[in-house]
């Protein structure tokens, strides 16, 4: 089985993040590691499932993950497994505390790749989820690497699982 995990990261964390997911995966599967280039369309050909992260930047996607996105051929998408993640401010250090509610209700970066990945015609296999940053620069808050190699493991798990039933 191929993972095929392509991120975006301005400052290195949502990349961090990306690499702990490989880490924890290729033991056991072939992970391809790709890093957002514009103009490069990742190549889908023999990948089992896709997983795609970004940093949250103004409660979306960064372009480039947008654009990829898009660009992916529809056909290779088409009942392919996937999964999103974005990183994002931890809400505790936010401050004026009112700003909290602001950016909890402005949305997050992995609920619009899962929505495209949905309506490009991929299968989504588990909840998607965000990695926390203490800062606009990071670092990410403890645990989230740990936490990332877990949910990279249950969503390929899931995957599996979904395939095997389908
Ligand atoms: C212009 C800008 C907009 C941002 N918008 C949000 C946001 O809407 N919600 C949020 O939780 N974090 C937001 N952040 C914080 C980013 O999510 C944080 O910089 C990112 O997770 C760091 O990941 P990276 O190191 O991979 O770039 C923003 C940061 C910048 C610089």
Redesign the pocket.
């Known amino acids: 089985m191929t993972v095929l995990i392509v991120h975006d990261?301005?400052?290195?964390?949502?990349?961090s993040i990306a690499t702990a997911m490989a880490q924890a995966l290729q033991h056991d599967y072939t992970v391809r590691l790709e890093a957002v280039n514009p103009g490069h369309v990742p190549d889908l050909t023999n990948v089992d499932m896709l997983i795609v992260g970004s940093?949250?930047?103004?409660?979306r996607p960064t372009h480039s993950i947008q654009e990829v996105l898009e660009a992916l051929p529809e056909a290779a998408l088409s009942g392919l497994r996937a999964a999103a993640f974005d990183?994002?401010?931890d809400l505790e250090t936010i401050q004026p505390a009112p700003l909290r509610w602001v950016?909890e209700v402005?949305g997050?970066a992995a609920q619009t790749i899962e929505r495209r990945l949905t309506t490009r015609g991929c299968h989504i296999v588990g909840e998607a989820t965000g990695f926390l940053?203490l800062g606009?620069?990071?670092p990410l808050k403890d645990g989230e690497l740990e936490r990332a190699a877990s949910w990279a493991r249950a969503m390929v798990e899931a995957s599996t699982i979904t395939k095997g039933a389908a």
């Open positions: 990261s301005i400052y290195g964390n949502t990349a940093p949250t930047r103004g409660f990183t994002r401010l950016i402005g997050y940053v606009t620069e990071g």
